[in-house]
């Protein structure tokens, strides 16, 4: 029962590259979102999604985008990498938005 | 709007002794309210929620939470700590589709 993937586990990026961090649940779970965790300020909510082809903007949406396709999917693309987008990234689902969140093991990306 | 606050950046205790990891909310109607761990490095674990009901919430892990409505808390709760309970945890409210979390209170469990 593999849960909430995502992949890379550590990334290094120069300023100006782009990528995308991947995000895959096997659970059938309808909503998804992406969280980014930086000390001292908790996790904050970069996108969310309610169910495919739905997503919608968090509290720090500005430099990420994000779609969703199909249920089990839902990567976070980096448009043009910036020092302040240095963190840990993380990824979540849950059946409903009131529900129990999992999580994945997270993303730690450097920007230099 | 709904949210939640740790009032404590720390909390140390010593193996053995209670801990109390504290979680005030300020939440329109009857709150939904969450409490989640995080251990070095990994992702966030469910620990227990509240509904409605029982005002004491028993969760993973020997963990429980006390609902005061009066007090607008949600404390976190463990009689008898372990050191493998030093981890990171964040009280949780949704908020508009959303979870909003606390700042997070970092446990430290000495032998």
């Known amino acids: 029962n593999a849960g909430v993937t995502q992949t890379p586990k550590f990334q290094v990026l120069k300023t100006g590259q782009s990528m995308t961090l991947q995000c895959a649940q096997d659970?059938?779970?309808?909503?998804m979102s992406w969280y980014r965790q930086d000390p001292g300020m908790g996790l904050r909510l970069i996108h969310y999604?309610?169910?495919?082809?739905?997503?919608d903007q968090g509290e720090v949406p500005n430099g990420y985008n994000v779609s969703r396709s199909t249920t089990e999917d839902f990567p976070l693309r980096l448009l043009s990498a910036a020092p302040s987008q240095t963190s840990v990234y993380f990824c979540?689902?849950?059946?409903?938005?009131?529900?129990?969140?999992?999580f994945g093991e997270g993303s730690r990306l450097t920007v230099l | 709007a709904q949210s939640v606050a740790q009032p404590e950046d720390q909390v140390n205790v010593a193996e053995g002794n209670p801990l109390t990891v504290k979680c005030t909310y300020s939440?329109?109607?009857?709150?939904?309210l969450f409490w989640y761990v995080q251990y070095p490095n990994r992702g966030l674990q469910f620990l227990l929620k509240?509904?409605?009901?029982?005002?004491l919430v028993k969760g993973s892990y020997g963990f429980e939470a006390e609902f005061n409505k009066s007090q607008t808390s949600f404390h976190l709760k463990k009689p008898s700590a372990l050191v493998s309970d030093s981890a990171l945890y964040f009280c949780?409210?949704?908020?508009?589709?959303?979870?909003?979390f606390g700042a997070g209170t970092t446990v430290t469990v000495r032998a």
């Open positions: 979540a689902s849950s059946y409903r938005s009131t529900g129990e969140l999992f």
């Open positions: 659970m059938n779970h309808e909503y």
């Open positions: 999604s309610v169910g495919a082809g739905i997503t």
């Open positions: 939440v329109s109607g009857n709150p939904y």
């Open positions: 509240y509904i409605t009901g029982d005002n």
């Open positions: 949780a409210v949704p908020r508009d589709y959303k979870l909003s």
